[in-house]
Nanobody, 124 residues
Framework: QVQLVESGGGLVQAGGSLRLSCAAS????????MGWFRQAPGKEREFVAG????????YYANSVKGRFTVSRDNFKKTVNLQMNSLQPEDTAVYYC?????????????????WGQGTQVTVSS
């Protein structure tokens, strides 16, 4: 029902910024909960940020709180992740995920759809 495609990853120096975008297709997108996850080599996929139907309903992992901002444009069917003050430990493949029940979860098992991922590399 939903397809997700991430974009905006790349190489950036420590202290720099990147903006990731997740483009979604499907009529029910506006009713889905959306999450951003990341996975570094040899590590488990971890929750980064999420948003429900409104930009006012947002959630962040402690490791990115104050540096990252998640937003959603239901008309454009996009979810964005603005990443500021990037550090080498932020290096990972970043994934966009959608939950059909409209809720945001920190667990990967609650999401129904996943994007292909986009690489973010932060140099020291």
């Amino acid at each position: 029902q939903v397809q997700l495609v991430e974009s905006g990853g790349g190489l950036v120096q420590a202290g720099g910024s990147l903006r990731l975008s997740c483009a979604a297709s499907g009529r029910t997108f506006n009713n889905y909960g959306m999450g951003w996850f990341r996975q570094a080599p040899g590590k488990e996929r971890e929750f980064v940020a999420g948003t429900s139907w409104s930009d006012l309903n947002t959630y962040y992992a402690n490791s990115v709180k104050g540096r990252f901002t998640v937003s959603r444009d239901n008309f454009k069917k996009t979810v964005n992740l603005q990443m500021n003050s990037l550090q080498p430990e932020d290096t990972a493949v970043y994934y966009c995920a959608a939950a059909a029940n409209g809720q945001v979860y920190s667990s990967t098992t609650r999401y129904d759809y996943w994007g292909q991922g986009t690489q973010v590399t932060v140099s020291s």
